[in-house]
């Protein structure tokens, strides 16, 4: 679906993204993991499109257009407009005409009580929901999270990553950006361990716990810490 072939990314002669390559299949569900500062932001924006590489490319592989939902860490609402003004207004935006789909997605994440009420008086996680609901409204096949969890409570959490690992299953591609393990553990197929803006690791969920063993001997920043906080 998408190639990246050594792709540095520098912003103010700091090099943020150093030499990256990697395969995106579709259908995949990876999970971008590393310390604050690691550069997992700013990777997930090189495959969004939102940045262009210094050096090097990120290719899309398919003929055809990819749709890409990009859900940022910050929020992107509107604190006088009401939720379901919000999903109306991308819903137009984006063209999104199936409404099967569109009422599926707020009844998962239980969005359906508050749709009359304005974003300024959401709670920090219904603002989360919402926020993830305007990046996927589109159906898009490449998701890419970016803390998308952050704040949600565990029964929503539950839901979301249902309804994800469903359109993960259904064909859409998923690379997000969680600190969470039980996020992780849930939906992730694969790892992509980033550390000071290199990929110094990958490896298919089911190698975890060896990881978490080898990681132990880690001597780099704060990987070996965030490994232990697994369970
Ligand atoms: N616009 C920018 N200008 C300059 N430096 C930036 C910019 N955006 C990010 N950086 C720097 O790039 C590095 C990587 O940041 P990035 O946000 O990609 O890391 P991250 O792994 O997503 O961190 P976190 O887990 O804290 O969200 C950091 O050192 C950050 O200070």
């Known amino acids: 679906m998408l190639a990246l072939n050594d792709v540095t990314y520098k912003r103010k002669k700091k090099v943020l993204i150093k030499d990256i390559s990697g ?14 500062g690691a550069g997992k932001s700013t990777l997930l924006k090189l495959i969004a499109g939102l940045e262009t590489p210094s050096s090097g490319t990120c290719v899309n592989e398919n003929q055809e257009k990819i749709s890409i939902g990009y859900v940022p860490q910050q929020l992107a609402l509107f604190d006088h407009m009401t939720v379901r003004d919000h999903l109306t207004y991308y819903e137009k935006m984006t063209k999104q005409i ?15 009580d508050v749709l009359n009420l304005n974003v300024e008086s959401l709670s920090g996680g219904m ?12 159906e898009p096949d490449l998701i890419l999270l970016d803390e998308a969890f952050v704040g949600v409570d565990l029964a929503t959490k539950h839901d979301m990553l249902t309804w994800l690992h469903q359109l993960n299953e259904q064909g859409a591609t998923n690379v997000m950006i969680s600190h969470d393990w039980h996020v992780i553990e849930h939906i992730a197929q694969s790892m992509w361990i980033l550390d000071d803006g290199e990929l110094i690791d990958r ?5 975890v716990d060896q990881k978490q063993r080898e990681y132990g001997y880690y001597t780099g920043r704060d990987l070996r810490k965030m490994f232990a906080l697994r369970r």
Request: include cysteine; aromatic fraction near 6%.
């Open 98 to 112: 199936n409404q099967r789909y569109v009422n599926e997605m707020i009844e998962v994440l239980g969005l359906k």
């Open 23 to 36: 395969e995106i299949k579709q259908g995949d569900c990876i999970s971008l993991f590393g310390p604050n």
């Open 203 to 207: 490896f298919p969920i089911a190698q």
């Open 127 to 138: 603002a989360r929901k919402l926020n993830l609901a305007i990046g996927l409204i589109h």
